[in-house]
């Protein structure tokens, strides 16, 4: 939806995704917003053989952490792109520590499990901080890269967001080993969270 704002009425977005739960959700919230530009399919960059050289610009977000073969994905996805087009990825560094300073020792330990559920869970989940390597071996040009680092501090943090992050792994930590039943079950936890921070000054 972001991509059609930017591509105006005149352009028009492709949405693709395996999942057709996921494409009905989109379908919906792009339904609500009245967006007329945009268009989904149950697809993946492999089957998408008849688009190729179709579009000015190919962004996938949150992607390579999620593919056993994220160089095989970048070249099939490349060849989407028209010449003179762009490739983008925007993909979460999970392998870098959050830390809070000064220290909250709840939200770091909620950013602890995060992290660990999700390197465990993801079949490369530091596909963010090889982007440049990947890249190279998918056989294109170095990709320019920035990162941002969001920062919380305030009483509008969205705390609600890590907690329920935290939540949705809670079967992929089980299977882990860790069993987080009281910290899990609390309904506390994200104002005890949010509180700590305040009052740490963190």
């Known amino acids: 939806m972001l991509a059609a704002e930017l591509v105006g009425p005149s352009g028009s977005v492709v949405g693709i995704d395996r999942n057709p739960q996921v494409l009905a959700?989109?379908?919906?919230?792009?339904?609500?917003?009245?967006?007329?530009?945009?268009?989904?399919?149950?697809?993946?960059?492999?089957t998408l053989v008849n688009k190729g050289g179709a579009f000015d610009l190919v962004v996938g977000r949150y992607v390579l952490i999620?593919?056993?073969d994220?160089?095989?994905?970048?070249?099939?996805?490349a060849r989407l792109v028209k010449p003179g087009g762009s490739l983008a990825f925007h993909e979460i560094r999970l392998s870098q520590k959050c830390a809070s300073v000064p220290n909250v020792p709840i939200f770091e330990l909620i950013e602890f499990l995060i992290r660990m559920a999700f390197s465990c869970a993801l079949p490369n989940h530091d596909?963010?901080?090889?982007?440049?390597?990947?890249f190279s071996q998918a056989g294109?040009?170095?990709p320019k890269l920035f990162s941002e680092t969001p920062i919380?501090?305030?009483?509008?943090?969205?705390?609600?967001?890590?907690?329920?992050?935290l939540r949705s792994l809670s079967s992929q930590l089980q299977r882990m080993?860790?069993?987080?039943?009281?910290?899990?079950?609390?309904?506390?936890?994200?104002?005890?969270?949010?509180d700590a921070i305040l009052t740490t000054r963190s």
């Open 127 to 134: 596909a963010g901080d090889r982007l440049i390597q990947h």
């Open 25 to 46: 959700t989109a379908r919906e919230r792009a339904q609500t917003v009245d967006l007329r530009n945009v268009s989904f399919e149950e697809a993946s960059p492999e």
């Open 66 to 68: 999620h593919q056993p």
């Open 177 to 194: 080993g860790i069993v987080l039943k009281e910290l899990m079950a609390t309904d506390w936890l994200e104002g005890r969270l949010r």
């Open 152 to 165: 919380w501090g305030s009483q509008e943090a969205p705390l609600g967001w890590l907690v329920d992050t």
């Open 140 to 142: 294109l040009p170095e």
């Open 70 to 77: 994220p160089v095989t994905l970048l070249r099939n996805t």
